[in-house]
């Protein structure tokens, strides 16, 4: 399996301390280059579109809603600020994959919607990114599927949630 770098020296260095417990050390190690490896892949993908992972999200989004959705609305769904929904929003409307109009109920808010161009670039990069996200673990049973998970919720029990 392919390991980063830093995780290579990292790992040299455990060595030469001994520290205990390398097995584990190296298994974090492989799930944190594992992680790394998707998270390059999937920008890869959305970058075909001329998306970010937040961009895609807000489309996203977008989409499930059907129509207009304040932005305050959209920062609160995808857990980020407003200010970082403003920029991702920015990026989209210069793009003409949304629009923004002032609310019916209040005009001094805004509701932003997908443009007929933002609904095609959703249902395409829906359509590729769900294959994508297929395709990582298609060659796995649906035991092995079943098994993965239960070990990663058993790992993301010993961590500190801080949500």
């Known amino acids: 399996m392919y390991l980063n770098q830093k995780y290579k020296a990292l790992l040299k260095e455990a060595h030469k301390r001994n520290l205990p417990d390398l097995e584990g050390i ?8 594992l992680a790394s490896h998707i998270d390059r892949d999937c ?3 959305l970058a075909v579109f001329n998306l970010s992972e937040g961009r895609f999200i807000l489309l996203f989004l ?4 059907g129509g207009g959705v304040a932005p305050k609305v959209l920062a609160e769904q995808a857990g980020i600020s407003r200010a970082t929904v403003t920029g991702l929003l920015d990026g989209l409307a210069r ?3 949304i629009e923004r109009q002032a609310s019916t109920e209040d005009r001094r808010s805004l509701n932003v919607q997908l443009t007929a161009k933002g609904k095609l670039i959703a249902q395409q990069v ?8 297929s395709g990582l673990f298609s060659h796995l049973s649906l035991d092995e599927r079943q098994q ?9 029990s010993n961590l500190t949630h801080q949500e």
């Open 26 to 33: 190296q298994l974090c190690f492989k799930t944190l280059s």
């Open 62 to 65: 977008l989409d499930a809603a």
């Open 43 to 45: 920008a890869n993908q």
């Open 126 to 133: 829906f359509e590729k990114h769900s294959l994508w996200i």
């Open 148 to 156: 993965l998970s239960n070990l990663l919720e058993k790992i993301s």
């Open 95 to 97: 793009d003409a994959l």
